[in-house]
């Protein structure tokens, strides 16, 4: 088989009733550029039978890949996964549950061919999503722009194109706690952004629960950001200083008064609220240290069930 130009990577995790019509759009597209591609679709431990489904049209269409992992091990490690299995010129990583237009997928192969290196999607609006998940989302977004040193563009998600020089630079990223559109921001290289409207889910439910995207939005802060390690050093300042301010007041004011601040209540507002600043620091350096124990582990990001047959393979 000719090696392909593209790769179309989409993680499945229990999306039954998508991949009947993620398959045939992304075939249709992907045939319009009149160039050899192939599709990766990585079951990420689903259990509703997508599983059975990805293997039929695999039988069906050599041009399809299936990676099955062993167990669930999350979308940024399956996007991983499909990373590593991609042999095209340039990768296109695309969501199944069709927010994600594959139609946009030409016009950010148009930018690729124009010479840019990382083209992604940004979301101009966003179909069918509820005012919490909007609002989140732009603080998220803006919330790490701003604390970061990393160029990590506004309202982007995994939905882009990369070259195969970017890629191999990701392959050799093996980071446990993964957020992928900063660490294609990270490596560098020519970048351009493609406005596309997000569509609503075309059927199913979304696999990411206010827990997850608490969980991924922390993986993103640290991963990319010493801010909350320096924020608790600027409280402990700010405390200290107060303290340096009011223990002279304090003093003066039992002097000529004799009555100032008496009493247990004080104290132990203040003790509480120098103990709440302790714990709230000691979580934060706890997160970091968390993450330095799971890298010292070296286990692999995830185990393969079943996988094309392929060389120069990175270390999962």
């Known amino acids: 088989m000719k090696k392909p130009t593209f790769t179309v990577i989409a993680p499945i995790y229990n999306e039954l009733e998508n991949i009947p019509e993620l398959y045939p759009r992304i075939r249709d597209v992907m045939d319009q550029t009149g160039e050899p591609w192939e599709l990766i679709l990585v079951d990420d431990g689903s259990s509703d039978g997508s599983t059975e489904v990805i293997r039929k049209l695999a039988e069906n269409d050599s041009r ?16 991983t996964a499909g990373v590593d299995y991609s042999r095209g010129e340039a990768v296109v990583i695309i969501d199944a549950d069709l927010q994600d237009p594959p139609e946009v997928i030409l016009d950010l192969i148009a930018k690729w061919r124009e010479g840019f290196e990382v083209v992604y999607a940004v979301r101009e609006e966003r179909e ?33 194109l990369m070259d195969q020089k970017v890629v191999a630079v990701m392959k050799q990223m093996r980071e446990k706690h993964r957020f992928l559109r900063g660490m294609s921001a990270w490596v560098g290289f020519k970048q351009v952004g493609v406005n596309y409207k997000r569509k ?50 304090i003093i003066i004011l039992r002097l000529t008064t004799g ?27 706890g997160e970091y240290i968390g993450r330095i124990y799971d890298e010292s582990k070296n286990r692999p990001l995830y185990i393969v069930a079943e996988a094309p047959e392929d060389e120069n393979l990175p270390e999962c």
């Open 64 to 79: 399809v890949r299936p990676v099955i992992f062993a167990r669930n091990f999350g979308h940024q490690i399956a996007v």
């Open 128 to 160: 069918g999503e509820t005012w919490f998940k909007k609002i989140t989302a732009a603080l998220f977004y803006r919330l790490i722009h701003a604390i970061t040193n990393v160029n990590i563009p506004l309202d982007t998600g995994d939905f882009r």
């Open 200 to 249: 609503p889910r075309y059927a199913g439910t979304s696999k990411y629960p206010l827990k997850k995207m608490i969980q991924f939005a922390l993986n993103a802060i640290t991963s990319f950001s010493y801010f909350p390690l320096q924020l608790a050093t600027y409280i402990g300042f700010i405390a200290a200083g107060l303290s340096v301010v009011a223990i002279p007041i």
């Open 259 to 285: 009555t100032a601040l008496l009493g247990q209540a004080t104290t132990l507002v203040m003790v509480l609220f120098l103990g709440g600043v302790q714990l709230i620091s000691l979580g934060i350096i």
